[in-house]
């Protein structure tokens, strides 16, 4: 009785720390209490500022009177938390701070009947004199039997926590229906757009099939009319060669050239001829080398001996005495005769050049306009 006076003074006096013991709940029903929490803590500014905490225990008796405890947790400065029980539904955590709250936190899942009894909380300090000192403070933890109303009442706890869980999955059954028609309408709208898609690819095959085919028509119709041109250029070709044929006697190729000799004395004019010979892809004669003389000669002989004048393309006509080809209006290559040209007609100008028959078909200046002559031809060079 004095000893309980003498620490209650000595509380008061000289400011002594207790520490405190929370039990949460005071009293467990076996199979039905989910959890069983137990801290015990001390607070720097509780102690008096020349003690330290050196470690806090948790002790228990299983007998509420007995009073044998024995220790089941601890944490010091030293070694940290330590669990010296062997129940397995036990988790502890707990810490030693020098200027703030040092505790000791005990949790039992599922508590058992061996977890109920009287629990101490013993804190270890250090005084101003280096002497241990020790304080505690105690709780306890009753058993509630287990009665018929209690399962009763656990029952219709546990049915309606069953139906929540029931609500909280429908709940999640119909946010997964959401989603789902969510999905559903998603995918539906995407099928919409493909189908929209997969029209519109036809429209644009149908399209790009009618392009095709307008296409191919075009290109048949190019095609005919291609191969009717050609048609028309072969049927004309052939109405040139006709014609050519009919007006012209044609050489053999000579070096890169052909030349046309007129079949008949017609009317002859050097413009005419000239567009004759143009008609045909050529020109009237020029008379370049002695190879082409002599080629000429020997092709007249043959085929022109009817004649008495062949022209060629040479003339003085712009300035007279100067000789030059009207195709090219190069100089006239000399193979005259002898004597000639010599311009010697009473009544016309001599202003163009032919071979000349009597002369050997070597070259002479006659007049260019022979209305009347029935003896007088003309040359084309053609290049080919
Ligand atoms: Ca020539
Ligand atoms: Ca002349
Ligand atoms: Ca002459």
């Not at 006076?5 to 008061?12: H, N």
């Not at 009717?228 to 000579?254: C, P, V």
């Not at 000789?323 to 190069?330: A, E, I």
Request: net charge negative; with cysteine; hydrophobic share 40%.
């Amino acid at each position: 009785m004095w000893s309980v006076v003498l620490i209650f003074m000595a509380k008061i006096l000289f400011i002594v720390a207790l520490p405190t013991i929370h039990v949460v709940p005071n009293a467990i029903t076996i199979g039905i209490t989910e959890a069983l929490h137990l801290e015990c803590f001390i607070k720097s500014e509780d102690l008096s500022p020349t003690d330290s905490v050196i470690s806090i225990g948790v002790l228990h008796s299983d007998n509420m009177n007995a009073h044998v405890f024995t220790t089941i947790a601890s944490v010091s400065s030293f070694n940290g938390v330590r669990i010296i029980t062997n129940s397995t539904n036990v988790h502890v955590v707990g810490s030693i701070v020098r200027n703030g709250l040092s505790s000791l936190n005990i949790t039992w899942t599922s508590p058992l009947r061996e977890n109920a009894g009287l629990y101490k909380c013993e804190v270890n300090e250090i005084n101003e004199l280096g002497k241990p000192i020790t304080y505690d403070d105690t709780g306890s933890v009753a058993v509630n039997e287990l009665t018929i109303d209690a399962v009763f009442s656990e029952i219709i706890k546990l049915k309606n926590r069953l139906e929540q869980i029931n609500l909280n999955c429908v709940t999640s059954h119909e946010i997964e229906i959401t989603e789902i028609n969510r999905l559903k309408q998603n995918i539906s709208v995407l099928v919409n757009q493909t189908s929209l898609l997969k029209d519109i690819c036809e429209t644009e095959l149908v399209h790009v099939q009618d392009l095709e085919s307008q296409n191919k028509l075009q290109l048949t119709s190019v095609e005919n009319s291609v191969q009717s041109l050609t048609l028309k250029q072969d049927e004309m070709h052939g109405k040139w060669n006709a014609s050519k044929n009919e007006y012209f006697i044609s050489s053999e190729r000579f070096s890169d050239k052909v030349y046309l000799l007129s079949r008949e004395s017609v009317f002859f004019y050097p413009t005419f001829a000239q567009s004759l010979c143009a008609l045909h892809g050529g020109y009237l004669v020029e008379v370049n080398t002695q190879a082409e003389f002599d080629f000429l000669k020997q092709f007249i002989r043959t085929y022109g001996s009817h004649f008495e004048h062949v022209y060629t393309g040479g003339t003085d006509e712009n300035h007279e005495g100067v000789w030059l080809y009207r195709h090219s209006q190069t100089p006239v290559v000399p193979f005259w005769a002898p004597g000639e040209p010599n311009n010697d007609n009473k009544n016309f100008d001599e202003n163009c050049e032919e071979f000349h028959k009597d002369l050997q078909w070597s070259m002479n200046d006659l007049q260019c306009s022979f209305p009347n002559s029935t003896v007088s031809g003309f040359i084309c060079e053609v290049p080919v």
